[in-house]
């Protein structure tokens, strides 16, 4: 198989009918932007004819969306690529993809799949695969052993600031917030490297990372400290962001030490969703802690946090101000907005962290 | 395959000449006792003749080493069972060990292995075992996806105490405590099962649990959750003790969060090793913190340190009763010897937690 690092090039991503859903967060990622691949198309038969970009965020981004592979394929030819572009609970793939993901295959179309549930395990795809030497593109199968890297102490020899993006639930924006902060540096001729801990970071292009819930356990620590340690040795790095995942606390999966102990992140960005009231908003799984006592969580393990994102999902614009307002006087922490605002004003929080 | 929690009998255990190093811990915990695996014979070329008891605790054991599979099978007869003894850095299989796994194999001896290398993955021993009906028991060997658990809330309904055995290192005596803690609430008429977490503790027989470090890490929170749920549905259970794995800030793999959050462990029983100064014993991976900013952190996850249990290597008695009572007086919790004194004293503070 191709290395997953070498995959690039032209795409259909199919999210079936469900891109106005946070499921669809894969197909969301490529609608916004990515280095890996170039998306000629959006499969999905209830969106159909519509742009992407207008359905997402209300930005035209030249994106059609085409009822089916059939229809897209048709009108513009064969892409590189299929890429899965949503993430279900569980990670099982839904049956409505077999039809299409078959008949990608058939016409030589690789297929990128992010779920735990990988094309390689079926041997009907095995083998229209191989009858049409299309590939099978399982970007969340652990690698094998002999290719998974143990924590070094060489991250202690990193010496640009290591920033995790960490957020106070799943799903609030942490990936986005970690991509404006890169986007904010390259404009201001400052050179940044997000690490990416998730499929939707591969993606998008991200060089250097791995997926971490699909990582053993024991090789998590290693892993993200490798990616570190390759990061800051090939490029020349101002700062080192982390993509965060879960949250400390949420406990279908509680992630954060990692970032903060093995890969020695000094530097926290938080990011809170403001109207978010339960973790993974489940009233059983319990309340999202307050931000006051998740920094206080993240000093306890000896790191600062710098800022703090919000999510002003289902906000008003006045409400969003006044949230920012209130959490800035509160904490006493630069408060940002990035989607009404962005995060300009992270800049010279970061140029501190260099003085 | 048998499945896992199904295989038991009588075994030989190898430690290859390792016998007094740390590595071999697996060998360490079934000469102190299973009720998995009878352990007829060690085989350690380096310690035969003697009696693996007295080499490893000065106790007596009854268990003969032997330097050879040949030599301990002509004097015993053959085991059901070879149980490779040693868990390496990075887990990969000793190039010695191979010989007589394959000797072991060819006279239809099932082979255990708790390293990440697994037996599977070699042909020459898959084709050795599928010849003569040998099984080979990769217990480290990841489980498939169809059969891994994703948390549940249901672990809020479980209401027995559940304590958290976490240490300040790995390899600091976590999963003893736990054990010396059951055998004092059996003793005392108190039903507590020990939820296991590495292959030791399954080595030794323990009913629920499973093998964190090579749990595929969006899994780890539903495979802890599920254990103590279904140790709760299926025993009339006083008490619920998880064995801890490495420390909340080793950085080589930092774990606690899992048992404290996903675990919902409210109680912490902490391990510490008094003369042990670095983490991992490497002055490289840093100081490991004070006791008392373990237990803020503890603290800052909402849960509660009810009691330390000190590891006293390389003290003498004096020195481990002075540090008793100095960490007593500082930290104004219970401070136990297990290995001098026993941990009698836990009932009193275990029964507290039921009023």
New interface residues.
């Given amino acids: 198989m191709t290395k997953r690092m070498e995959v690039s090039g032209t795409a259909f991503v199919m999210s079936a009918g469900m891109l106005d859903q946070k499921d669809a967060k894969t197909t969301h990622g490529l609608i916004r932007g990515s280095e890996r691949f170039q998306t000629l198309a959006v499969i999905d038969d209830k969106f159909a004819g519509q742009d992407a970009g207008m359905v997402l965020d209300g930005k035209e981004k030249g994106i059609p969306i085409y009822p089916s592979f059939a229809a897209a394929s048709e009108a513009l030819g064969l892409p590189q690529y299929l890429v899965i572009g949503v993430a279900t609970v569980?990670?099982v793939l839904p049956k409505q993809f077999l039809t299409t993901i078959r008949m990608a295959l058939e016409k030589g179309v690789s297929v990128v799949n992010g779920l735990?549930?990988?094309l390689q395990d079926h041997p009907d795809l095995l083998a229209l695969a191989q009858k049409s030497g299309a590939q099978l593109v399982d970007i969340r199968k652990?690698k094998k052993?002999e290719d998974l890297s143990?924590?070094s102490?060489a991250?202690?020899q990193v010496d640009c600031p290591i920033i995790a993006v960490l957020g106070m639930d799943c799903a609030v924006g942490k990936r986005t917030t970690a991509r404006f902060i890169k986007e904010a540096c390259t404009k201001n001729n400052l050179n940044a490297e997000m690490i990416f801990t998730g499929q939707t970071g591969w993606m998008q292009g991200a060089k250097y990372g791995f997926i971490?819930?699909?990582?053993?356990?024991?090789f998590?620590?290693?892993e993200l400290s490798n990616a570190i340690i390759a990061a800051h040795k090939n490029e020349a790095l101002d700062y080192i962001l982390l993509e965060g995942q879960s949250s400390?606390?949420?406990?279908?999966?509680?992630?954060?030490?990692?970032y903060l102990?093995?890969g020695?992140a000094k530097h926290v960005v938080l990011v809170h969703e403001v109207k978010k009231k339960y973790f993974d908003d489940?009233e059983?799984?319990?309340l999202i802690p307050s931000v006051e006592?998740e920094i206080?969580?993240i000093k306890?393990?000896g790191s600062e946090v710098i800022a703090l994102s919000l999510n002003t999902s289902g906000c008003s614009l006045v409400e969003a101000k006044a949230a920012q307002q209130a959490l800035s006087k509160d904490l006493g922490i630069p408060v940002f907005l990035p989607l009404e605002e962005g995060v300009e004003g992270i800049i010279p929080v970061l140029k501190k962290l260099k003085q």
């Fill in positions: 569980g990670g735990h549930d990988y652990p052993f143990f924590w102490e991250i202690y971490f819930d699909s990582t053993l356990n024991d998590v620590s290693g400390l606390r949420n406990p279908s999966g509680p992630c954060g030490a990692e102990i093995s020695n489940h059983s799984w319990g006592s206080a969580l306890a393990y």
